[in-house]
């Protein structure tokens, strides 16, 4: 049964500017720092080189590893499970061949997005602040639609992702905790820094966790 205290810090990746082990130094580092799940997001490379990737990570770290959208590579690599966006695979497709065990995300920005996270492990809220990581991310929403769209999602927990830095992750969590926001999902913020350990500690000490 999946644990909403992994949703605490979800350190997200950015790029392979440090190649496959410099990816995997960084990982190590968050999770030291305190990130409790790591999602590789890979945008555009080889579906081989994502599924090393994920294999890697999986060897490498002790806190469950996603594949962002690739239900197929994260099955292969031996990965925890998958985070879907409203264009993938609905869950219920994921969940019927991947099994109860495998853990699944779904992105939530606004009420449409809602039904369609039915089944989910946990929704993926936002982008709370805006954020130029992900292009077609949409407008930022704000702490209080966060919460609101959190309820709409119970009892599925939440967890407030696009734009959080330490400096405002204690603010998400005092205004989105009680509504089943779980925790923050970060990229630049862990991935992005010189020392993703203290990134990462940062951001849990700011949380309170």
Request: avoid cysteine; proline fraction near 3%; glycine fraction near 12%.
């Given at each position: 049964m999946f644990d909403p205290a992994a949703l605490t810090l979800l350190?997200?990746?950015d790029d392979l500017r440090d190649g496959l082990d410099g990816l995997v130094a960084r990982a190590e580092r968050a999770v030291a720092g305190g990130a409790t799940m790591v999602q590789l997001r890979?945008?555009?490379?080889d579906a081989r080189l994502e599924a090393e990737a994920?294999?890697?990570l999986v060897a490498a770290v002790a806190v469950?590893?996603?594949v962002n959208d690739r239900a197929d590579i994260a099955l292969a690599a031996g990965a925890a499970g998958v985070h879907l966006g409203?264009?993938?695979l609905p869950v219920s497709v994921v969940r019927r061949f991947a099994g109860d065990d495998?853990?699944?995300?779904?992105?939530?920005?606004?009420d449409r997005e809602v039904p369609l996270a039915a089944?989910?492990?946990y929704v993926g809220i936002g982008p709370v602040f805006g954020t130029p990581t992900k292009a077609d991310a949409g407008a930022a929403i704000g702490i209080g639609e966060l919460a609101r769209l959190a309820r709409a999602c119970a009892p599925i927990p939440a967890v407030a992702i696009g734009g959080i830095t330490a400096g405002q992750a204690g603010a998400v969590m005092a205004g989105a905790r009680a509504a089943g926001v779980h925790g923050v999902a970060v990229v630049r913020a862990v991935f992005g820094a010189a020392a993703p350990d203290e990134a990462a500690r940062a951001i849990?000490?700011?949380m309170g966790t």
């Open positions: 350190a997200i990746t890979l945008k555009g490379i994920a294999r890697r469950p590893i996603l409203a264009d993938d495998f853990i699944i995300g779904a992105s939530v920005g606004d089944g989910a492990d849990r000490l700011a």
